[in-house]
């Protein structure tokens, strides 16, 4: 039991972020009003994504090494819980977007490549619903997954700091500061990106769990 205390934290620090998100005090900025609130929600949700990610290309860079079968559940477990995430953080934007922009969707850069990447991704997923081979299943989608990847920081990270965007940190828009993220917020901003990691880290691990057990009913 002492082993799962992470589990127990991650359920605290949400319950935590949700209460405290809709009921903390926060700056009213110009446009954006109490969709502030958002921040506590929207941002999370990327850190999650990434981290997905992350640990996805990282297996399927090590099964194209040693063609191990548990990689590539490893690697499209994280892929699918990364996609996730990624598009409740869209929606989170588009929702604040709405009250701050006038607009769901709008032209803005950032919005627009994020779009992309998660589009790819999801392409990611249906490919592996097309191929039947396991091996030959396994080995597509690593090299797919590594290009999607290699997409996904220029697309959601380098290209938008380089043009104009209605993001913050973007190249006419200053990044959250002291003077726009006060400490009542960031006592909520920081658990919340605690919390909803070990979810997510949560929710991969019974998904591996699940897939080890159909790959284990396929071979018996």
């Known amino acids: 039991m002492a082993r799962h205390w992470w589990k127990a934290l991650a359920i605290l620090l949400v319950l935590y972020v949700i209460i405290a998100g809709f009921t903390v005090k926060i700056p009213i900025i110009g446009t954006n009003g109490q969709s502030s609130r958002g921040l506590f929600f929207h941002v999370p949700m990327w ?3 990434y981290t997905m990610f992350a640990v996805s290309v990282t297996n399927s860079l090590l ?8 990689r590539d559940v490893y690697a499209s477990s994280a ?18 977007a709405t009250y701050t922009w006038g607009g769901t969707l709008t032209d803005d ?5 994020t779009a992309i990447a998660i ?13 039947h ?28 700091r380089m043009v104009d ?8 828009t200053p990044g959250f500061a002291s003077k726009d993220t006060d400490g009542g917020m960031k ?23 699940y897939k080890k057990l159909e790959l284990k009913n396929i071979f018996k």
């Open 133 to 160: 081979d396991i091996d030959k299943r396994a080995r597509i989608s690593a090299v797919f997954n590594i290009f999607a990847f290699a997409l996904l920081i220029p697309l959601t990270y380098i290209i938008p």
């Open 187 to 209: 006592m909520v901003l920081y658990p919340a990106f605690i919390g909803w990691t070990l979810l997510s880290v949560w929710i991969y691990s019974l998904v591996v769990r």
């Open 109 to 113: 850069p950032k919005q627009m490549c």
């Open 47 to 49: 850190i999650c994504m």
């Open 63 to 70: 099964y194209l090494t040693k063609y191990d079968l548990k």
């Open 165 to 172: 965007s209605l993001h913050p940190g973007s190249a006419s």
């Open 119 to 131: 589009l790819i991704y999801m392409a990611y997923l249906v490919l592996r619903l097309s191929i």
């Open 79 to 96: 892929a699918g819980i990364g996609t996730f995430f990624g598009i409740l953080g869209f929606a989170t934007g588009t929702l604040w």
